[in-house]
T-cell receptor, first 114, second 118 residues
Framework: QQQVKQSPQSLIVQKGGISIINCAYENTAFDYFPWYQQFPGKGPALLIAIRPDVSEKKEGRFTISFNKSAKQFSLHIMDSQPGDSATYFC?????????????FGEGTQLTVNP | GAVVSQHPSRVICKSGTSVKIECRSL??????MFWYRQFPKQSLMLMAT?????????EQGVEKDKFLINHASLTLSTLTVTSAHPEDSSFYICSARAAGLAVTGELFFGEGSRLTVL
């Protein structure tokens, strides 16, 4: 129940294209869904996050779509750039006992070709 | 955004020695800090949760006597890998939750510490 499933494992996109990464969760107590971007040898950095009271959140080129009934959420990167090449992790937290403990997805290695 | 600093960023040690990694919240008070371990091309695995002034809570399978965690102040948590062995070589990352942000759940991550045990 604590798992967060992420797909695809790797993704190659041409510059200017749309990158889409999907995540699914089981625990209905989750109420906070962040996406993190991680470059090699660095810690993860918060990209964008959403709560279940909205179905979509957009910040610049990054959009989270959230489907509460399907227990799925996805990250869309519009106009993908080579500088977006990194590993992306979805995560989830929530519930009385979580204390902000994040459960991470397996990660997606994104490569944006110039 | 809030800054979490980890030190050292890289450390190489001999097998059998102990290594201490520091995690500091630079511009906020962190009531809770989390320690993660990440192997190459894998996700982050939560090792333990530490609350200021109390004992850390370890995840199942994590040896508390091997990975000593101290959270003595609201801005500093330390992870000590005792009697390190080559299999302890990994990327260790801390994260911190700011006091007052418990509702949002937002965590701030450090830059990570690469431990290599020879």
């Amino acid at each position: 129940q604590q798992q967060v499933k992420q797909s695809p494992q790797s993704l190659i996109v041409q510059k200017g294209g749309i990158s889409i990464i999907n995540c699914a969760y089981e625990n209905t107590a989750f109420d906070y869904f962040p996406w993190y971007q991680q470059f090699p040898g660095k810690g993860p950095a918060l990209l964008i996050a959403i709560r279940p009271d909205v179905s979509e959140k957009k910040e610049g080129r990054f959009t989270i779509s959230f489907n509460k009934s399907a227990k799925q959420f996805s990250l869309h990167i519009m106009d993908s750039q080579p500088g977006d090449s990194a590993t992306y992790f979805c995560a989830a937290s929530g519930g009385e006992t979580s204390g902000s403990r994040l459960t991470f997805g397996e990660g997606t290695q994104l490569t944006v070709n110039p | 955004g809030a800054v979490v600093s980890q030190h050292p960023s890289r450390v190489i040690c001999k097998s059998g020695t102990s290594v201490k990694i520091e995690c500091r919240s630079l511009d906020f008070q962190a009531t809770t800090m989390f320690w993660y371990r990440q192997f190459p091309k894998q996700s982050l695995m939560l090792m333990a949760t530490s609350n200021e002034g109390s004992k850390a809570t370890y995840e199942q399978g994590v040896e508390k006597d091997k990975f000593l965690i101290n959270h003595a102040s609201l801005t500093l948590s330390t992870l000590t890998v005792t009697s390190a062995h080559p299999e302890d070589s990994s990327f260790y990352i801390c994260s911190a939750r700011a006091a007052g942000l418990a509702v949002t759940g937002e965590l701030f991550f450090g830059e990570g510490s690469r431990l290599t045990v020879l």
